[in-house]
Nanobody, 123 residues
Framework: QVQLAESGGGLVQPGGSLRLSCAAS????????MAWYRQAPGKERELVAR???????NYLDSVKDRFTISRDSAKNTVYLQMNSLKPEDTAVYYC?????????????????WGQGTQVTVSS
């Protein structure tokens, strides 16, 4: 069964660190993009960080100097290292994977989402 297994969320004090992990299994085709999104109550879901296969990572401006996205291709796992956490980082964080595969006369794209993991930054 296709799934994205997220872990690493929790409660942390301002200035602390967390590392989120997302392990992809049973993915159809080749992974193109792995990313992290977050959503706080009453707010729109926003892209936090994205890494494209063979390319460079990009980040939300507010986390650019504090977060690092990385991937382990052999394990089909993407990580988000979060340092110097602030209360405004509090949200549910979602892993996202995009893959594609060639069919008869087209490329079919698959869009997978993790279940979300809660990150709470509070003193």
């Amino acid at each position: 069964q296709v799934q994205l297994a997220e872990s690493g969320g929790g409660l942390v004090q301002p200035g602390g660190s967390l590392r989120l992990s997302c392990a992809a299994s049973e993915i159809i085709g080749s992974i193109v993009t792995m990313a992290w999104y977050r959503q706080a109550p009453g707010k729109e879901r926003e892209l936090v960080a994205r890494i494209i296969s063979g390319g460079s990572p990009n980040y939300l401006d507010s986390v650019k100097d504090r977060f690092t996205i990385s991937r382990d291709s052999a394990k089909n796992t993407v990580y988000l290292q979060m340092n110097s956490l602030k209360p405004e980082d509090t949200a549910v964080y979602y892993c996202n994977v995009i893959s594609n595969i060639k069919e008869m006369f087209k490329i079919k794209e698959y869009d997978y989402w993790g279940q979300g993991t809660q990150v709470t930054v509070s003193s």
